[in-house]
């Protein structure tokens, strides 16, 4: 029952996470001023929004309770607070940098999750699609990155 509540506790801390992620990409959405960032911050957003959804409806099939406290915010504070600061000084190169830490830090916990012993199939699939749409996104902000820098 224990190696249950690990997971369970680690799935919402995922939960969490993802609330958090989805916010930050909104308002970047809200204060950036290239189209194609937009694009690419909102697209995020719905994406990590779809995501909590899908990690509640597993949390609850594993006989969780959806968690959403203030947790994770102090993980991801500092990342919105250089994020903020690139935005004031229309840095998109450092800003798309920032993000990138944001989604790495994201693919950390998922692997960390990942790792436990005995996971459920069905979460396992969950967390790797997931997982694996966020390195997607990362490789797509690398290439975004080198425009910049181009």
Known sequence: MKRLERILDKMN??????????????ELVDNTVEDNLK??????????????RDLKLEILNLNGQPRY???????????????????LFEDEKNLLHEVFNLKAISVKKYNELLSEISLPL??????????????????????????YVA
């Open 39 to 52: 694009t690419t911050f909102r697209e995020s957003g719905f994406e990590r929004n779809e995501f909590g």
């Open 13 to 26: 801390d995922l939960l969490i996470m993802n609330s958090e992620a989805e916010k930050i990409y909104f």
């Open 122 to 147: 069905s979460t396992c699939k969950l967390l790797i699609r997931q997982r694996d749409a966020i390195e997607d996104g990362m490789v797509m902000l690398k290439r975004q990155q080198e425009a």
């Open 69 to 87: 406290s203030e947790k994770a915010k102090s993980d991801l504070y500092k990342y919105w607070m250089n994020l903020r600061n690139f935005l």
